[in-house]
């Protein structure tokens, strides 16, 4: 949609509201960007006019987003804007940027770590959880498993809680000590093998500044203005290493976020943190972005059908930059017998959308969990309609891409036992559970971790001649690769010693189903290809560390998209399918035991309904298991309420 403009005022492709955001006076300033109002460009503008109008040197500028396609995004953006101007401005994920400080600082300020740490997933984590799970001493007022665990330490680690004041904060509350308890065995754990997770990513270097008031200058200095994409996704540690560095004055700290859209609090999303900025900066300047270059405005109405009724966060009516479109034509909404039928009903109106002459790239299917993919895929097969599942399995989930990255790991950390112990033995050399128990245990006894073990002959008393020898040659090739790493080795080429030296190569055409050869083969292709953009081995580590903190690649296929709405965050098309509105579905059964459950329900069917460009086909089904009654949901109410209100309204007006 083309956007007015006015050669008389300072940017003048931009409207009036995000002018003003972007010639904002430096310091405290909020933006809140309604959905499709050209956020993007509003943060890139501003440090645009940081540089080429208020003089300030791009190396004291810190801009910081949610993920890596957006970090990539903003970076290439700044690039074409600023040209030469653009080096030296620091640009990531809040991940990258507590890990850069990581790399820099926590050696010798936090004991048990150097900087070589590994930065563990969630297959790891879950190993650490259960170790902590089966060391427990006496009977848990709780059964949790591993993954529950997990989640749990996270939420605690969200608030900036150590192990140990979990134990103080939980007083009382045997279930709640016990949870602080295994965090504080997960954590021990984790200083144990060198390690590092998701979260510590953020905790640990909010510790290390609160800590260190000097180091805390240091980086004060460093970053004089920091800008913050997504704001309303920010959890307490993330907002509480915001707003550490920018407590010098004049403050120049830049906000952009809708709490419309904060739909991740099962990530640990806070949106009272963005509903409350003004209460933590009082002096803060507030822009509200409210022209919608993306929708219609009927499909805007819809979505603002279900926000208004929000509690707790600012509502942003959104008016459409372009036309209404037909009437009747943009939302449709209809009730199927269940969810097979709803299935082939999508496949059916989807494939006379095509017959019209839309390509399938064009139209996406939403849902509220995973699960209800299955009937749609079914469907969609049968019409033979092309459609792509976005949240699956990525490349660095692959089997051989996890081995491989375990003996990249192994060689970058030594104190790294769980990447030592999955790839010990494969290829297989004789040294199985009973010979690494006996080999272990030895180690512990001489205080050793297993990784610095291989090096030491006193660890190998008791083992079998032929098993002492295998751990040996094993010992010889880690070391020799260990040395090339340190002497700056490229990962790339250090991968392909692995492959040929340990006979990992001739497992995968050995040993591997036949069938499953080419990809395995192909996907060790790809990880060297990514090895070769980098020159070390702990930057290339650190690069599929933060990728893997989950990020789906574009599909470049024309086909028919289906994901959740999770998943559809910040993505659009021109006609949307949401399915499964039926109280339970959307909104969640689960949200209705949880506190604020039911509004984050109602954010993500906003997010759901801001998605679509020109058209919102939205359906329930009466039932979706034998012998159960559903209920439409009540967002499907609310916009049906709120058409007719319209109605009345235009009809009153006419008279």
Same mark, same amino acid.
């Given at each position: 949609?083309?956007?007015?403009?006015?050669?008389?005022?300072?940017?003048?492709? =931009?409207?009036?509201?995000?002018?003003?955001?972007?010639?904002?006076?430096?310091?405290?300033?909020?933006?809140?960007?309604?959905?499709?109002?050209?956020?993007?460009?509003?943060?890139?503008?501003?440090?645009?006019? =940081?540089?080429?109008?208020?003089?300030?040197?791009?190396?004291?500028?810190?801009?910081?987003?949610?993920?890596?396609?957006?970090?990539?995004?903003?970076?290439?953006?700044?690039?074409?804007?600023?040209?030469?101007?653009?080096?030296?401005?620091?640009?990531?994920?809040?991940?990258?940027?507590?890990?850069?400080?990581?790399?820099?600082?926590?050696?010798?300020?936090?004991?048990?770590?150097?900087?070589?740490?590994?930065?563990?997933?969630?297959?790891?984590?879950?190993?650490?959880?259960?170790?902590?799970?089966?060391?427990?001493?006496?009977?848990?007022?709780?059964?949790?498993?591993?993954?529950?665990?997990?989640?749990?330490?996270?939420?605690?680690?969200?608030?900036?809680?150590?192990?140990?004041?979990?134990?103080?904060?939980?007083?009382?509350?045997?279930?709640?000590?016990?949870?602080?308890?295994?965090? /504080?065995?997960?954590?021990?754990?984790?200083?144990?093998?060198?390690?590092?997770?998701?979260?510590? !990513?953020?905790?640990?270097?909010?510790?290390?500044?609160?800590?260190?008031?000097?180091?805390?200058?240091?980086?004060?200095? @460093?970053?004089?203005?920091?800008?913050?994409?997504?704001?309303?996704?920010?959890?307490?540690?993330?907002?509480?290493?915001?707003?550490?560095?920018?407590?010098?004055? +004049?403050?120049?700290?830049?906000?952009?976020?809708?709490?419309?859209?904060?739909?991740?609090?099962?990530?640990?999303?806070?949106?009272?943190?963005?509903?409350?900025?003004?209460? /933590?900066?009082?002096?803060?300047?507030?822009?509200? =972005?409210?022209?919608?270059?993306?929708?219609?405005?009927?499909? &805007?109405?819809?979505?603002?059908?279900?926000?208004?009724?929000?509690?707790?966060?600012?509502?942003?009516?959104?008016?459409?930059?372009?036309?209404?479109?037909?009437?009747?034509?943009?939302?449709?909404?209809?009730?199927?017998?269940?969810?097979?039928?709803?299935?082939?009903?999508?496949?059916?109106?989807?494939?006379?959308?095509?017959?019209?002459? @839309?390509?399938?790239?064009? &139209?996406?299917?939403?849902?509220?969990?995973?699960?209800?993919?299955?009937?749609?895929?079914?469907?969609?097969?049968?019409?033979?309609?092309?459609?792509?599942?976005?949240?699956?399995?990525?490349?660095?989930?692959?089997?051989?891409?996890? /081995?491989?990255?375990?003996?990249? @790991?192994?060689?970058?950390?030594?104190?790294?036992?769980?990447?030592?112990?999955?790839?010990?033995?494969? +290829?297989?050399?004789?040294?199985?559970?009973?010979?690494?128990?006996?080999?272990?245990?030895?180690?512990?006894?001489?205080?050793?971790?297993?990784?610095?073990?291989?090096?030491?002959?006193? !660890?190998?008393?008791?083992?079998?001649?032929?098993?002492?020898?295998?751990? @040996?040659?094993?010992?010889?090739?880690?070391?020799?690769?260990?040395?090339?790493?340190?002497?700056?080795?490229?990962?790339?080429?250090?991968?392909?010693?692995?492959?040929?030296?340990?006979?990992?190569?001739?497992?995968?055409?050995?040993?591997?189903?036949?069938?499953?050869?080419?990809?395995?083969?192909?996907?060790?292709?790809?990880?060297?290809?990514?090895?070769?953009?980098?020159?070390?081995?702990?930057?290339?580590?650190?690069?599929?560390?933060?990728?893997?903190?989950?990020?789906?690649?574009?599909?470049?296929?024309?086909?028919?998209?289906?994901?959740?709405?999770?998943?559809?965050?910040?993505?659009?098309?021109?006609?949307?399918?949401?399915?499964?509105?039926?109280?339970?579905?959307?909104?969640?059964?689960?949200?209705?035991?949880?506190?604020?459950?039911?509004?984050?329900?109602?954010?993500? !069917?906003?997010?759901?309904?801001?998605?679509?460009?020109?058209?919102?086909? =939205?359906?329930?089904?009466?039932?979706?298991?034998?012998?159960?009654?559903?209920?439409?949901?009540?967002?499907?109410?609310?916009?049906?309420?709120?058409?007719?209100?319209?109605?009345?309204?235009?009809?009153?007006?006419?008279?």
């Amino acid at each position: 949609m083309r956007r007015p403009t006015n050669p008389q005022l300072p940017y003048p492709e =931009l409207n009036d509201e995000q002018r003003r955001a972007v010639i904002a006076p430096v310091g405290p300033v909020l933006v809140r960007a309604g959905a499709g109002s050209g956020k993007t460009r509003v943060l890139t503008l501003r440090i645009h006019h =940081l540089i080429a109008t208020q003089s300030v040197a791009p190396k004291t500028i810190l801009a910081v987003t949610f993920t890596n396609k957006a970090a990539t995004e903003l970076r290439g953006r700044l690039r074409e804007l600023l040209k030469e101007r653009s080096r030296g401005l620091t640009t990531g994920t809040f991940h990258s940027v507590g890990l850069r400080i990581l790399r820099e600082s926590l050696a010798g300020r936090i004991k048990g770590y150097t900087k070589d740490f590994s930065i563990y997933g969630e297959e790891e984590q879950r190993q650490l959880a259960q170790t902590a799970l089966e060391s427990w001493r006496g009977r848990p007022p709780v059964m949790l498993e591993p993954e529950q665990v997990i989640s749990r330490i996270s939420r605690l680690k969200s608030r900036m809680l150590t192990p140990q004041l979990a134990q103080r904060v939980a007083g009382g509350d045997q279930q709640a000590a016990y949870v602080a308890g295994l965090y /504080d065995s997960y954590q021990r754990s984790l200083r144990k093998h060198n390690a590092i997770d998701f979260d510590d !990513c953020i905790l640990l270097p909010y510790r290390l500044l609160s800590d260190d008031p000097d180091l805390l200058a240091d980086y004060q200095a @460093r970053w004089q203005h920091v800008l913050v994409d997504e704001y309303q996704d920010t959890d307490r540690a993330q907002h509480g290493l915001v707003t550490m560095l920018t407590m010098t004055q +004049p403050r120049s700290l830049f906000v952009v976020g809708d709490a419309q859209q904060s739909i991740y609090g099962f990530r640990n999303a806070d949106h009272t943190i963005i509903t409350q900025f003004n209460q /933590d900066f009082p002096d803060a300047h507030i822009v509200e =972005l409210v022209t919608n270059y993306r929708s219609r405005q009927q499909v &805007l109405d819809a979505a603002h059908a279900v926000i208004r009724h929000a509690a707790a966060i600012h509502v942003l009516p959104l008016r459409a930059a372009q036309g209404p479109g037909l009437p009747g034509s943009v939302i449709k909404i209809h009730e199927l017998k269940d969810g097979r039928e709803e299935a082939e009903w999508v496949a059916r109106r989807i494939a006379e959308l095509m017959g019209t002459g @839309r390509r399938p790239r064009e &139209l996406a299917v939403l849902f509220r969990t995973r699960h209800m993919s299955r009937g749609l895929e079914q469907a969609l097969r049968h019409a033979r309609i092309p459609y792509a599942i976005r949240g699956n399995a990525g490349f660095y989930d692959r089997r051989v891409v996890r /081995d491989l990255l375990a003996y990249l @790991r192994t060689i970058a950390n030594p104190a790294d036992s769980l990447s030592l112990a999955r790839i010990v033995n494969l +290829p297989t050399r004789g040294l199985g559970g009973v010979t690494m128990e006996q080999f272990t245990s030895n180690a512990a006894e001489h205080g050793l971790a297993p990784g610095a073990a291989l090096f030491d002959a006193r !660890c190998y008393a008791g083992l079998k001649p032929n098993a002492a020898t295998a751990l @040996r040659t094993f010992a010889q090739m880690l070391g020799g690769w260990r040395q090339k790493a340190e002497r700056g080795y490229p990962p790339s080429n250090l991968i392909a010693d692995v492959l040929a030296q340990s006979g990992y190569d001739r497992w995968i055409k050995t040993t591997l189903p036949e069938a499953d050869r080419p990809d395995a083969l192909s996907h060790v292709q790809e990880l060297q290809t990514a090895a070769e953009e980098h020159d070390s081995l702990s930057s290339f580590l650190q690069e599929i560390a933060l990728m893997t903190a989950v990020e789906d690649k574009e599909d470049e296929r024309d086909a028919v998209q289906l994901l959740t709405v999770h998943a559809a965050k910040g993505l659009e098309w021109p006609i949307v399918f949401i399915t499964g509105l039926e109280e339970g579905t959307l909104p969640h059964e689960r949200a209705f035991a949880e506190t604020g459950g039911v509004e984050e329900e109602r954010r993500l !069917c906003y997010v759901a309904l801001t998605r679509a460009k020109e058209q919102i086909w =939205l359906s329930w089904a009466a039932g979706r298991q034998r012998g159960q009654t559903l209920k439409r949901s009540r967002f499907l109410d609310e916009i049906v309420a709120y058409g007719q209100e319209r109605a009345r309204e235009a009809n009153s007006g006419r008279r």
